[in-house]
């Protein structure tokens, strides 16, 4: 980050390797901290021990700092759980990076492969699928992360292909419900489960044709 009061041109006068930050190097301007870039900025600006700093390289560099914070936030929320990349463009977003400098830090992070929406959406229909979440669910909850429905579309159809059809947990989910509703009419307790199964993200004839043999 840049620190306050920094506004003249001055020297490097030191070169720090962090050991904070995935290998970011703090800059040192005139004896005190400057900026932390990429070790990439470093080589790209010729930057050294010694070098002059005219207003436009600190302008550059000022830029490369706001990247490197965004990154930074990155990674840490990486190391926590995975993200679909425009939902972690958002949750930077919210906490205070610019857009630029995100959509920058977005983009090392997935050349690095750290982000990796297809990837992402397979992981999540599989976990997803096991807690009973249905087809439907699944791909309302990935496109509201931001994943674009063409990749959406095929990790259902994968795990579909893969489950056999994943008949399977909406026949278990709804024997459940109905015999929480046993004590309800017939008709009342046939509403109630295909709604409760929409819910869930299963709908359609074939779960209508299931839950009518259920209780029949």
Known sequence: MIDAGQHRAGRITALIPESRG????????????????????VRAHGLHVGRELDQALRGRLEAEA????AYRTALRSIERRSFARADLGRRLLRKGHARQPV?????????????????????????????????LRLARDLMAMGVERSVVD????????????????????????????????????????????????FSGREVSEMVGKLLA
């Not at 830090?105 to 807690?131: K, M």
């Not at 015999?179 to 489960?193: E, F, N, S, T, Y």
């Open 154 to 201: 095929r990790a259902v159809a994968a795990h579909a292909r893969a489950s056999e059809g994943g008949s399977e947990m909406p026949v278990a989910l709804a024997t459940k419900r109905a015999a929480q509703l046993r004590d309800l009419p017939r008709p009342v307790r046939r509403r109630r489960v295909l709604a409760y199964l929409a819910r869930r993200g």
């Open 22 to 41: 995935q290998g970011s190097v703090r800059v040192e301007v005139d004896g005190q901290r400057f900026a932390s870039v990429s070790p990439d900025a």
């Open 66 to 69: 706001e990247v490197e914070a």
């Open 103 to 135: 959509e920058a830090a977005l983009g090392r992070a997935a050349e690095q492969g750290l982000l990796d929406d297809a990837a992402f959406a397979a992981n999540y229909v599989e976990t997803r699928s096991a807690r009973g979440r249905g087809p």
